[in-house]
C-alpha cells in the first residue's frame, strides 16, 4: 500500500482564507446529506422495508432541520440581525435557496414512494391502500372501526365569528374541512385533528369483517384518509364541500437567557412545556388544497407563501418508520449478534481485567452490555468508593440510570452530570435527575450557556495497593438504544493520567474551576479546538520541511472557519487529507493551490456513522485520538467535549482495521464530495467487488461476512450502469 507523497506544497501565507467561495454553505450542506439518505431510499440493492426506513429517515430528518435550523434563519430575520456567513449568503438568500432545494428533493420522495416503493411493497404483500381502492365489504368494516375506535377522540373545531381559529400544535396533521348549511347554503369551516394516540396507518385487520381477512394485517390505510371518509359523521346533517389535509411546523427551539437561568431545571422544565407554541416555520398542504383555503391557514398562521410547501403524497411521512419495522425478517437487513468480549463480560473481576491492559469497544459491533455491566458491577462492588459519569442522552429506560440509583442506594458517593438541555431530550433526563436525587445522588446541570457533551465515566476503587482510577471515554451516548443503531467507539482504561484528568474534569463540571490544561485529555471549551489546530499546524510544517504529513478525521459535520483554515494551510503546504463527514461539511475540497490535497467523502448504510475517530501523522508518527466533539463552534466553543488519546499499539491497529481502512476502501456506501459541493456514490474499479466500510467492519470485528455484502454485491451491479460521470476516486495516501 502507497505511503502519503512527500510534501511539495507552496507557502501557505499567501491564501484568501476569508474569501467566501472557500465555504459550502451549512444549511445548504445538510440537505445534501439529507438527499444522500433519501438516495439510499432510492437504491434498489437495500431490502424493501430498509428502503422505506430512510424514506421515513429522511422526512424526520427535514422535520427537524426546519424546527430548529430554519426557525433560527427566521429569528434572525426577525431580529435584523446584520452580517452573513462564512460562505457569503444572508438569512433571505439562505431560506430562497432552502425553500427550492426542499421543494425538488421532497417532489422527488412523492414520485419515489408512489411510483417505486408502493409498487415494491405490494409485490411483497406489503400494501398502501387509499379509500378508493377498498372494496365494498372492507370499507363497511372500516365505517364500523371508525365509529367505535376514532370518532370516540375526535373533536371538530368549527371557525366561525363565535370560535376563534384554533391553535395548531407542533407536526400536527389536520384536515381542513368546508361545509354546507344546505338549508342557509353558508360555507362554514372546520378543522380536525388527526389523533396522535391511533395508527397513523390503520392495519386493516383492525377492520372486523374486512373482506380479505387473511392478508389484512399487511395491508394499511392512512388515518385521515378514514377520518376524511366518515365526515357525515362529524357534520351531521351538512354538506361536505372538501376536505384538505395540512401540516403545521413550529419554532422547537429553547433559547435560555444568561440572566434568567438562576435554576436551570426549572427554566428547562417550564420551556419544554411553552415549546409547543413556537412560531410557525412551515405549512405543508396537500397539492389540491383550493386557493381560499391556502389563504385562511396562511393568514391565520401568520405565515410567509414562501414557506408553504404542497405535496402529493400523504404529509407527514416520518410516520411510515411504524410499516418499515414490522416483523417481515425477509424484507429487512439480516440481524446480527453483537461482539461480547469473553474477557471482559466473563471476568469475575471486571477491574482486573481492564486494568491489565486498556479496552477498545466498536459498537454496534461491540456489545454495549459491557458498558452497562461496567456500572453495574461498580454499583454493587463493596470496594468502589464512588461513580461519577456526564449523561445526555440516556433514553427513557435506561440500564445505567437504574445502575446509578442502586450505587446512590448502596451507599456510594454518585455524582452525575446530566444535560438538562439536550435538545428533545429534555423531557426524560429532567425525569432520571429527579430520580437521582432522590436517590442520594449528588446531580448538576452545568452552565446555561453551555452542554456537557463529553461521555465520560470514573470509578473510585480502594484496592489493597491504595485508591485506584477506572474511566470509560467515549464518542457515543450512554443509551443501549442508540448503541444499537450508532457507529462509536468507547475506551476502557486504568490509566493514573487519564483517572487523574478525568477526576479533575468532573470537579471543574460541578464545582469552580478555571482548568484548560490536562495531561492526556483535550477538552472544550478551554483548549480543545487549540489541540486540534496544533495537531493540524504540526503536519503541515513536517510536509514543508519536507516530510511527510497526513490528517484522517471522521466525524459527523466539519463547519468551524478555524479548523477548517487550518486544513486548508496544510493541504497547501502539501499535507493529504482525508476527511469522513457524514453530514454537514463546509469545506470545499479539490480547490487549486488551496484544498486540492484534501478529499472529502460521507457514508450512509445500515448504522448511522457517529463516531469521531482523528489520526494525525505518516506510519511511525502517528498520533491517534477520539473524542466526544465534532469539529463545529458549538462544539468547540459552546460545549463541554473531550478529546483523548488512543496509544496502545493493539488498539491503534484496531481502529485501523475497523474504522480507517473500511472507511477509505468504502466503494459501496460511501459518496465523494466534488469542489462544487455535490456528492457522487463512489464506484469500483471495473472487475473489482464493491465492498462496504460497514461489512468489512462486520467481518473484522465478528469473523462473519457483512450482512449487508448482499447490498455492497447488488450496489456494485447498479453502480456499473450508472453513468459514466460518477468517476472511481483517486488512489491516495494508505495509512496502514
Known amino acids: 500500500m502507497s505511503q502519503p507523497d512527500e510534501g511539495k506544497g507552496a507557502t501557505p501565507s499567501a491564501l484568501d482564507l476569508a474569501d467566501p467561495a472557500l465555504y459550502f454553505n451549512r444549511e445548504l450542506s445538510w440537505l445534501a446529506f439529507n438527499e444522500r439518505v433519501l438516495s439510499e431510499a432510492q437504491s434498489p440493492y437495500w431490502p424493501v422495508l430498509e428502503r422505506l426506513k430512510f424514506l421515513s429517515i429522511y422526512f424526520s430528518n427535514l422535520d427537524e432541520f426546519f424546527m430548529i435550523r430554519v426557525s433560527g434563519l427566521h429569528e434572525q430575520l426577525e431580529a435584523a440581525l446584520p452580517g452573513t456567513t462564512s460562505d457569503g449568503l444572508s438569512p433571505r438568500e439562505q431560506l430562497t435557496r432552502i425553500g427550492h432545494l426542499v421543494r425538488t428533493q421532497d417532489e422527488a420522495a412523492s414520485k419515489l414512494l408512489s411510483e417505486d416503493l408502493i409498487p415494491a411493497l405490494a409485490a411483497k404483500g406489503l400494501h398502501l391502500r387509499d379509500w378508493k381502492s377498498l372494496d365494498t365489504d372492507t370499507r363497511r368494516a372500516a365505517r364500523q372501526y371508525f365509529r367505535r375506535s376514532v370518532f370516540p377522540v375526535l373533536t371538530p373545531l368549527a371557525v366561525d365569528p363565535g370560535h376563534p381559529f384554533p391553535f395548531l400544535s407542533n407536526l400536527s396533521l389536520s384536515l381542513a374541512v368546508e361545509a354546507r348549511d344546505p338549508e342557509t347554503k353558508d360555507r362554514k369551516f372546520a378543522r380536525v385533528k388527526v389523533p396522535e394516540s391511533l395508527p397513523r396507518f390503520v392495519p386493516c385487520a383492525t377492520f372486523d369483517g374486512a373482506a380479505d381477512g387473511a392478508n389484512a394485517q399487511f395491508e394499511f390505510l392512512p388515518l385521515e384518509q378514514l377520518i376524511a371518509a366518515n365526515l357525515d359523521d362529524l357534520f351531521p346533517g351538512m354538506e361536505i364541500l372538501g376536505c384538505y389535509p395540512f401540516r403545521v411546523t413550529r419554532d422547537m427551539d429553547i433559547d435560555i437567557l444568561e440572566d434568567e437561568a438562576h435554576d436551570l431545571l426549572s427554566i428547562v422544565d417550564r420551556e419544554v412545556r411553552q415549546r409547543r407554541f413556537g412560531a410557525c416555520v412551515r405549512l405543508e398542504v396537500d397539492v389540491g388544497i383550493p386557493e381560499r383555503i391556502r389563504r385562511l391557514l396562511v393568514e391565520k398562521l ?227 479546538i487549540e489541540a486540534l489546530i496544533a495537531r493540524i499546524e504540526e503536519q503541515a510544517a513536517r510536509a514543508q520541511s519536507g516530510g511527510r504529513g497526513y490528517v484522517f478525521a471522521k466525524m459527523n459535520a466539519l463547519v468551524d472557519v478555524r479548523v477548517i483554515q487550518a486544513l486548508y494551510r496544510a493541504s497547501a503546504a502539501g499535507v493529504k487529507i482525508d476527511l469522513c463527514v457524514r453530514g454537514v461539511c463546509c469545506l470545499r475540497p479539490g480547490v487549486p493551490g488551496v484544498s486540492e490535497n484534501i478529499r472529502v467523502f460521507s457514508i450512509v448504510g445500515r448504522f448511522l456513522e457517529h463516531e469521531r475517530v482523528f489520526l494525525f501523522g505518516a506510519p511511525g508518527e502517528e498520533q491517534w485520538f477520539l473524542s466526544s466533539a465534532d469539529w463545529m463552534p458549538r462544539n468547540l466553543h459552546r460545549r463541554v ?33 466534488r469542489a462544487d459541493g455535490t456528492y457522487v456514490r463512489r464506484v469500483p474499479a471495473e472487475g473489482v467487488p464493491a465492498r462496504g466500510a460497514q461489512s468489512e467492519a462486520l467481518e473484522r470485528t465478528l469473523g462473519l461476512p457483512g450482512e449487508d455484502g448482499r447490498a455492497a454485491a447488488t450496489a456494485a451491479a447498479a453502480a456499473a450502469a450508472a453513468p459514466s460521470d460518477r468517476p472511481t476516486p483517486p488512489a491516495r495516501a494508505d495509512v496502514s
Open 302 to 528: 401568520e405565515i410567509d407563501e414562501e414557506d408553504v410547501y404542497a405535496s402529493r403524497t400523504p404529509l407527514g411521512l416520518a410516520a411510515v418508520m411504524s410499516i418499515a419495522t414490522l416483523s417481515r425478517p425477509e424484507l429487512r437487513d439480516a440481524p446480527f449478534a453483537s461482539r461480547v468480549s469473553a474477557e471482559l463480560a466473563e471476568a469475575p473481576d471486571i477491574f482486573a481485567a481492564v486494568r491489565q491492559k486498556d479496552r477498545l469497544l466498536h459498537h454496534p459491533y461491540d456489545s454495549f452490555t459491557v458498558v452497562q455491566d461496567f456500572v453495574r458491577r461498580a454499583a454493587t462492588d463493596p470496594h468502589v468508593l464512588a461513580i461519577k459519569m456526564t449523561l445526555y442522552r440516556t433514553g427513557s429506560n435506561s440500564e445505567i440510570v437504574r445502575a446509578l440509583v442502586a450505587a446512590a442506594e448502596n451507599g456510594k458517593q454518585v455524582a452525575v452530570s446530566i444535560e438538562i438541555k439536550a435538545r428533545f431530550d429534555e423531557a426524560n433526563n429532567i425525569a432520571w435527575a429527579r430520580t437521582l436525587e432522590r436517590a442520594g445522588a449528588h446531580v448538576f446541570f452545568g452552565h446555561a450557556a453551555s452542554k456537557t457533551h463529553a461521555k465520560v465515566t470514573l470509578v473510585v476503587r480502594q484496592e489493597s495497593d491504595g485508591v485506584r482510577r477506572y474511566v470509560h471515554l467515549g464518542t457515543g451516548n450512554y443509551n443501549a438504544g442508540t448503541a444499537r443503531l450508532y457507529t462509536d467507539v468507547g475506551l476502557l482504561s486504568a490509566s493514573p493520567e487519564l483517572g487523574e484528568d478525568v477526576s479533575e474534569l468532573f470537579n471543574s463540571l460541578s464545582g469552580f474551576s478555571k482548568k484548560s490544561r490536562y495531561r492526556k485529555l483535550a477538552v472544550a471549551p478551554t483548549g480543545l
Open 641 to 673: 467535549e473531550v478529546m483523548f488519546p488512543v496509544e496502545a499499539p493493539t488498539l491503534r491497529e484496531q481502529l485501523r482495521r475497523e474504522v480507517i481502512e473500511p472507511a477509505l476502501a468504502d466503494t459501496a456506501f460511501a459518496y465523494d464530495m
